[in-house]
C-alpha cells in the first residue's frame, strides 16, 4: 500500500460514520483504511461493522487507550502504507476526488517526506473558513513557534515515524506539534504544499480550554527542544516580528512605521552624541 488513512474515534458514532462515509466514497480505493477505536459505547462499533464490507482493505480494533496519541501511535504502528494520513473522527476528506489527487501529486512532487494541502474549518454556526497553512512558504522556527503544520491535510512518509519517534503520548493536544518540530525544524525535513481543499475540520470540540492547555504544553515542548538563549529572543520578540510581516502588507502603513522608527533612531543617536561630547568637557 502507498497510503495509509488512519481514523481515531471514542464515542462519537455520528461522527465516525460521516468520517468512514467520506472515505469510502474515494474515487481513488487503493489504500488502506485503519480505523482505532476506544472502546466505545454509543454503537461506534456498529458503524465500523456496517461500512467494513465496503472497503478492499480496512483494519479496525475497539479497546481501551491511554489517549489520543496512543490511539494515533496504534494506528501507525498498524498501518503498513508508505504514507499516513491522520482523519479523526467527525473530519471529512473535501471531495470524493481528494485522494486521487494528492497521490498523483506525490509523483509530480518525487514523493517528497511531508506533503500538505488545505484545511476548511468547519464552524458550528455553518462558517467555513480555508486554513492554507504555511501555503508552500520556508516553514522557519518563529513560523512553528507561533503556529504549527495542520496533520488533517498532510501525507508524511511513514518512515518519519521510526526516524524521529512517534507521538509523544504524555502530551495531551500538541505531540503533532512536537513531533514536526523535531522532523522540520531540528530535522531538516522539506514539506512540500499542493493549493487544494484535502479535508474539512470539524472545529466543534474546540474550547479556551483547549487553547490554554495549548499553550501550556507548547511553553513546555520548547524548553525541552530548545537551549533558554534561544527561547528568550523569539519569546520576546516573535509578536513585534508578526506585526511588521502584517504591516508590510500595507505599504503605505509600513512607509510610516519605518520613518517614525527611522526618526526616533535619529533622536536617539544625536543624544547618545552629545551626552558623549559633555562626558568629555
Known sequence: MK??????????????????????????KEFEYVVIDGASTDGSVEVIKKYESQFANLKWVSERDKGIYNAMNKGIRMASGDYIQILNSA???????????????????GNPSILYG??????PDGRKMV?????????????????????????SRR???????????????????????????LGGEQPQYID??????????ISETNKELDKEERKQVLGQLFPKAILTDYEKYAFPIDQVKRLQRHSWAYKMVWFLERCLFKLEKAKRKRTKISKYE
Open 3 to 28: 497510503l495509509s488513512i488512519i481514523t481515531i474515534n471514542r464515542n462519537n458514532a455520528a461522527g465516525l460514520e460521516k468520517t468512514m462515509c467520506s472515505v469510502v466514497s474515494q474515487t481513488f
Open 91 to 109: 473530519d471529512c476528506l473535501a471531495s470524493n476526488e481528494v485522494t486521487e489527487q494528492m497521490m498523483a501529486e506525490l509523483e509530480r512532487q
Open 118 to 123: 488545505n484545511m476548511v474549518k468547519c464552524f
Open 131 to 155: 486554513d492554507k497553512c504555511f501555503a508552500g512558504q520556508e516553514i522557519t522556527m518563529l513560523g512553528m513557534f507561533t503556529g504549527t503544520l495542520n496533520h488533517d491535510p498532510a501525507y
Open 159 to 185: 518512515d518519519l515515524f521510526e526516524k524521529y519517534g512517534y507521538y509523544d503520548e504524555s502530551l495531551k493536544i500538541v505531540s503533532d506539534w512536537k513531533w514536526y518540530l523535531e522532523a522540520i525544524i
Open 196 to 205: 487544494m481543499d484535502v479535508t474539512l475540520f470539524d472545529m466543534t470540540g
